[in-house]
């Protein structure tokens, strides 16, 4: 899902929802700057941080396994950023749900909180616009640039969700395994994360509290 909203006091961009096959974000002209991890304190990261924009709530492959290496053959990319600030966008609420990091052997590991959501700061330059791109499901392609028109000096927010599939009757869902499929790591090696409803009362795979894929692989 791409989702674009103005945080500025003018009309909000409609909402941009919906299965991809393909994306594109990135500035025209070209800048040749590319894409950074919002990191505000010195490695190691402490997840007892209190800066949730901090990209580093998401679970990093790389720290876990550091002799792993991506398989290029193993995925697709779907979404394309050439500009930008990642950073985490919306974290985990740990009064709401508990994640844990759990080995094919061993002890889990509390994550206390971890990105549900990431999200691109993208900075415009005088004469310099964002260009979005993307492919529907269905093959129709789509565009947008921003600033709109009539619009120069707005802010905007552009985020890239992954739902949670749902499974009837299943109240633990994860995919993260999915990330070995692309990594060269042996299955006993394998890690994965379960999340845990505090209190029930709101459903784990529905909701953005329980992120299918919070990962990335060094960078």
């Not at 990135?26 to 800048?31: Q, S």
């Not at 190691?44 to 800066?51: G, L, Q, S, W």
């Not at 979404?79 to 930008?84: P, R």
Request: charged share 20%; proline share 8%; glycine share 10%.
């Amino acid at each position: 899902m791409l989702r674009g909203t103005s945080t500025a006091a003018e009309p909000a961009i409609a909402s941009l929802s919906g299965p991809l096959q393909e994306a594109f974000i990135g500035i025209f002209p070209a800048t040749g700057k590319g894409v950074f991890k919002y990191t505000p304190t010195p490695e190691p990261f402490r997840r007892t941080e209190t800066d949730l924009a901090d990209f580093r709530w998401s679970i990093d492959l790389k720290t876990l396994h550091p002799a792993s290496a991506v398989d290029e053959l193993g995925f697709s990319s779907q979404i394309s950023l050439s500009d930008g600030v990642l950073h985490t966008a919306i974290p985990t609420d740990p009064t709401k749900v508990t994640v844990e990091l759990i080995p094919s052997v061993g002890i889990s590991t509390d994550m206390k909180r971890i990105a549900a959501a990431f999200g691109a700061k993208v900075y415009l330059g005088a004469n310099e616009k964002l260009k979005l791109g993307w492919t529907s499901m269905d093959g129709q392609t789509n565009k947008l640039e921003l600033p709109l028109a009539g619009h120069p000096n707005s802010r905007y927010e552009l985020y890239i969700g992954n739902t949670p599939s749902l499974q009837v009757g299943k109240m633990v869902h994860s995919d993260f395994q999915k990330y070995y499929l692309a990594l060269n790591v042996p299955f006993p090696e394998w890690y994965d994360l379960k999340f845990t409803s505090v209190g029930g009362g709101f459903d784990l795979m529905a909701s953005v509290d329980a992120p299918c894929m919070p990962g990335n692989h060094g960078g």
